[in-house]
């Protein structure tokens, strides 16, 4: 953010450009649904219109195209910068972004590497870790956020984006670690609130898990995923009512998240309340009706309803969409037991056992 | 404004009807003379076998039903058609009668509310039936006439009536978690409209023995008490696509004229208890033989067993058939009938009995006792323990190491009731039990039922995802860990099938020795149908077992089964084909060990090396080679002395226990006949490897 305000002499205030810009670098790494309420990321600046050099006006040109999501052409503005201007180093960082915008993720990594040559700029080790990790390497892109901390450690995204990397490594205290700085630095950072959350829950500590979600809710209560978390935490902490209540706010907010119809379905069909979860899975398949899970959870509820036919008509379909669905198998063989199909039953469970359903074997017990 | 008037009348009236008691007085039926003189007559006729008792209870109902249809509002008459009720298998039916009767003179009986405590509980209405009982026992304590009644027993009243108040405790938790089960009812060739019950079956289901009151019982009488056939004892097979076929009765040789009920059956179905009544020293218990395909006169299992004038109701077989689990009401026990255990002795005849003790026996009533195929866990009924109402069916597992039975279990509503539930066996494999009742769907009264037991609920397993990662789009799946299903699997394994002549595949008639390996002894003999040729043995989990099947004139067939404690159930149907006495004829010993790597025979071998030297005794002309065989693994020629030497251990051996060398031979074959595929690089199994390695018994002269 801060090769803008270097640029103290340009006239043209492009707030809104700026937002974009600085934007990319947070978000890239994600289609994230919910990322552009990410309001820590506005940077106020001044870009000012100058005629001191040709390089200068190509550099404001190309943000002013990136502005106007106009990627192609912000790209030739800035090639045109650097060839006017090889030792350039905020064009090479803002064509990295602009390269990365485009997807071409080798080509944003080289002119962020030109950068660091340049400046060691945190700013682009930080963008290079994400161009990383879009490519798919996470270690690198741990390396450079690590490098990212080291030139600024007060970098509160590299620290939140390090953690994630630890929590898709399953190194959940690791991640808890990060988060901790990252809040510590930015101590109204919505995201890291969640996501440490997510890593306490992973440790099945949901009381904890619970306390960061509420945190993440008093810095922004119009996060709906947020709100689905805490659902699942108390759902797992086995305050079924509670989590009705939160998947409810989330579904409140987005009324298309078939994840929280999903998860406020199986809080109900855990509350005994089927009639409820009925309810809210056919909505999920309403909105998606490819989503498997639902079929499945669906099934489970046709189960306990005494509707073994119907159940066994879900987890078919559930089947269809995912031929390796081990507990659709496993659930599909539970129906047909009390259809006393018993060799379909044992068909399925064989089936689940094979697809690594946890908990299958027991049910074959029967089964000659 | 007439009609309107008839109408507040006629609601006035009906709303009345409940409260006010319509005596059998012509006075109150002066408009039907003919119908008050018909109705009058059905009641005379019901109080005439009223008064005879509950035994003829369910005979009165018919006449009483007439005169409450003429007058349904007399208290009297609705007391005791619920009194009849209660004592006929339609219990269903007395609640409404004894209801009423109360709501019509709250005074009808001071037995109404002791009745009424009886209908709510075989309802399941817990605490109405607590509530009435109570009101009884009030009305009892302070009923001076009771106290000065010398042939009133307090106490007993007293602990019958905690007895049953205590049973609704015990039914109100119990029916919270009932079992999951099939309840199917076994069909016409089994049951008829009369009355079937008391079944048992082999341990692999493929026999079913089971006691009726059907017409043509065998001397065609009819049993004066109860005005039915006497009970006699039927059979039938598992037919080929699963179903029963048709009960036969079992044969004259068994059934006689009086009453013939069946009581316990061997695992393998070739042997039963009979329980035979009235004429025998106040009921006794006998044995019946399957010889070929007819059944042995039942012969009296000894006076260990049957005591003088005592009533001996129930036995069973435990798998070795060594041990005898009987029921006797004799003195000495914790009260009633209690369940008694004997041992066979040396002779074979019964000794050693006691009683199971007080873990399995209480003050009340233990019946229909079944010992399950794996030796261990043993299923009985009783009125004690945590019964639910008359007799509850409990299961009790008995731990050999620390000499102890576990406190007995009730099996759980809905095979139990508040019913007498008795009579109840279980299939080797613990998946099917078959019991008696009476349901309003039945074929007939009584009829017989197999229960499948499902087990706990099989969860079903729901799967959801989050978006844990703010800024990660795609949701993460929660991880999922199915909750465990508790299974209980029968700890045994049935081996079965049929034994005939190799050549000629005739069926054959032939001893079935059980050996338990460890402890060097013959545990059990059977026999496999001389018909059929079927054998059945149940081998209960935790020993390493030999199996010998001999004939006269035919070599013996060897069979090793090691069951560790752990193994799952299982049934392994084993054809054996005897091989007749004849020179180049050869055998496997299958229950010779020697040491790992080593020719030195291990002591588990004794029995079958036993075996041997006894047929080189019978057969004093008998030349035989024994010969070594290994697997593949090592090296061929490491294999091939190893074999020798094995093979020369086990002529050693019978030399020293005093056969002639000139009549042994010992030969080493290395891996040079394999039986399977397994030969040096082809990946087998440890079980494969296992058929390679063994020591063959060849006749060389006879």
Redesign the interface.
């Known amino acids: 953010m801060f090769i803008f305000r270097d640029i103290i002499n340009q006239k043209l205030a492009m707030k809104f450009l700026l937002k974009k810009t600085l934007l990319l670098g947070?978000?890239a790494?994600?289609?994230?649904?919910?990322?552009f309420s990410q309001a820590d990321s506005v940077v106020q600046a001044e870009i000012i219109d100058s005629d001191s050099t040709l390089a200068d006006k190509h550099y404001n040109s190309g943000i002013e195209k990136f502005s106007s999501k106009l990627y192609k052409d912000a790209l030739a503005d800035f090639d045109k910068a650097i060839e006017l201007k090889p030792e350039f180093e905020k064009a090479f960082y803002n064509r990295g972004i602009t390269k990365h915008e485009l997807k071409d993720f080798n080509g944003a990594i080289a002119d962020f590497d030109k950068s660091i040559e340049l400046t060691k700029n945190p700013e682009s080790f930080f963008s290079r870790g994400q161009a990383k990790y879009a490519l798919g390497d996470k270690e690198a892109a741990l390396t450079d956020y690590t490098a990212a901390i080291a030139a600024n450690n007060n970098h509160a995204k590299a620290y939140?984006?390090r953690g994630?990397i630890k929590?898709?490594n399953n190194d959940y205290q690791a991640a808890i670690d990060d988060y901790n700085e990252a809040i510590r630095v930015k101590k109204d950072y919505?995201?890291a609130y969640?996501?440490r959350g997510?890593a306490k829950?992973?440790l099945e500590d949901y009381q904890g898990a619970i306390y960061d979600y509420q945190k993440a809710l008093n810095v922004d209560e119009n996060?709906a995923?947020?709100h689905?978390?805490l659902g699942?935490a108390m759902r797992k902490k086995g305050d079924l009512q509670g989590a009705i209540k939160a998947y409810s706010k989330a579904i409140g907010l987005d009324k298309d998240y078939f994840?929280a119809y999903?998860?406020r379905g199986?809080a109900r069909?855990d509350a005994g309340d089927y009639k409820g979860a009925l309810a809210d899975f056919d909505k999920v398949l309403e909105l998606k009706n490819d989503y498997a899970?639902a079929l499945?959870?669906r099934?489970?509820v046709k189960?306990?309803m005494e509707d073994y036919n119907g159940c066994v008509e879900d987890c078919s379909k559930a089947i269809e969409l995912d031929a390796n669905y081990g507990?659709a198998y496993?659930?599909r063989g539970?129906a047909k037991?009390?259809l006393?199909d018993e060799k379909g039953a044992c068909e399925d469970w064989h089936k689940a056992i094979e697809l690594g359903?946890?908990?299958?074997k027991?049910?074959t017990?029967?089964c000659l | 404004m007439l009609k309107r008037f008839t109408m507040l009348m006629l609601v006035l009236l009906s709303g009345g009807l409940y409260a006010q008691n319509v005596e059998f007085d012509k006075a109150n039926f002066k408009e039907d003379k003919e119908g008050f003189k018909e109705a009058k007559n059905s009641l005379k006729l019901g109080d005439e076998l009223y008064e005879q008792g509950p035994t003829f209870y369910k005979d009165a109902i018919e006449h009483y039903e007439k005169a409450n249809t003429f007058n349904p509002n007399n208290a009297e008459l609705n007391y005791k058609l619920g009194d009849c009720y209660l004592s006929s298998m339609y219990k269903y039916k007395a609640l409404p009668y004894l209801e009423k009767a109360v709501k019509l003179n709250p005074n009808v009986n001071t037995k109404v509310h002791y009745l009424l405590g009886m209908a709510y509980h075989f309802d399941m209405e817990w605490d109405k039936a607590i509530k009435e009982y109570s009101l009884y026992r009030s009305a009892v304590q302070k009923d001076p006439a009771n106290a000065q009644n010398p042939y009133f027993n307090m106490q007993a009243v007293m602990d019958e009536l905690k007895l049953r108040i205590d049973q609704c405790y015990n039914g109100r938790e119990i029916v919270k978690t009932p079992i999951r089960v099939f309840v199917d009812n076994l069909g016409e060739n089994i049951n008829t409209p009369h009355n079937e019950y008391g079944a048992v079956i082999s341990a692999d289901e493929s026999v079913i023995v089971f006691t009726s009151r059907r017409p043509g019982s065998t001397g065609g009488k009819l049993d004066p008490m109860i005005n039915e056939p006497f009970e006699d004892i039927y059979i039938a097979y598992r037919q080929d696509d699963g179903t029963w076929g048709k009960a036969q009765n079992v044969g004259e040789t068994v059934n006689t004229d009086d009453h013939d009920a069946i009581s316990g059956i061997a695992p393998d179905g070739q042997r039963f208890y009979v329980y035979m009544g009235r004429k025998n020293n106040g009921g006794d218990l006998y044995e019946s033989v399957l010889n070929g395909d007819v059944w042995s006169k039942p012969e009296s299992l000894g006076k260990e067993i049957n005591e003088k004038d005592y009533h001996e109701s129930s036995a069973c077989y435990s798998p070795d058939g060594n041990t005898l689990y009987f029921v006797s009401d004799k003195p000495g026990g914790q009260g009633g009938h209690d369940i008694y255990i004997a041992y066979k002795d040396e002779k074979g005849e019964w000794s050693e009995t006691k009683n199971l003790g007080t873990t399995i026996n209480t003050r009340f009533d233990e019946e229909a006792v079944y010992m399950h195929p794996d030796g261990k866990t043993l299923y009985f009924s009783s009125k004690g323990h945590n019964s639910m109402g008359g007799f509850d069916i409990f299961s009790s597992v008995y731990d050999a190491e620390a000499d102890k039975w576990s406190e007995p279990k009730n099996i759980g509503y809905p095979v139990n009731t508040t019913e007498d539930d008795v009579f109840f066996v279980i299939s080797g494999s613990g998946r099917h039990g078959y019991y008696t009742s009476v349901t309003n769907d039945g074929v007939g009264l009584r009829d017989l039922y197999m229960v499948t037991f499902l087990g706990p609920e099989k969860p079903m397993v729901l799967n959801n995802e989050d978006n844990l990662l703010a800024s990660v789009a795609a949701p993460v799946k929660e991880t999922v860990i199915a909750p465990e299903v508790q299974v209980k699997e029968a700890q045994l394994t049935i081996l079965k099938g049929v034994v005939s002549d190799y050549l000629s595949k005739e069926v054959l008639g032939a001893d079935i020795e059980i050996v338990d390996n460890s402890e060097n002894k013959v545990i059990a003999t059977f026999k496999s149908n001389s018909s059929t040729g079927k054998y059945l043995v149940s081998l209960p989990a935790g020993k390493n077992y030999g199996i010998a099947v001999k004939k006269e004139g035919y070599l013996f067939h060897s069979e090793n089964f090691d069951i560790p404690n752990t193994a799952a159930f299982q049934t392994v149907e084993k054809d054996v084909e005897l091989k007749k006495l004849s020179v180049g004829s050869k055998i496997v010993l299958r229950n010779i060990f020697f040491d790992l790597d080593k020719a030195t025979l291990r002591p588990e071998s004794t029995v079958e090396l036993n075996r041997l030297i006894k047929l080189m005794a019978d057969v004093p002309t008998l030349k035989i080679e024994l010969g070594g065989h290994t697997d593949s693994r090592g090296s061929d020629s490491y294999n091939q002395q190893l074999s020798e030497k094995r093979a020369k251990a086990v002529v050693d051996y019978l030399t020293n226990a005093g056969v002639a060398a000139s009549r042994l031979k010992s030969a080493g074959y290395g891996e040079t006949q394999l039986v399977n595929k397994c030969s040096n690089g082809v990946k087998c199994s440890d079980e494969q490897h296992q058929e390679n390695r063994r020591t063959e018994f060849k006749v060389l002269e006879l």
């Open positions: 947070v978000c790494i994600g289609l994230s649904f919910s990322c939140y984006y994630g929590f898709e919505a995201y969640n996501d997510s829950r992973q996060l995923f947020v689905n978390n699942s994840i999903n998860n199986s069909y899970y499945n959870n099934a489970a189960f306990k507990y496993l659930n539970n037991e009390l006393r359903a946890d908990g299958a027991a049910h017990s029967a």
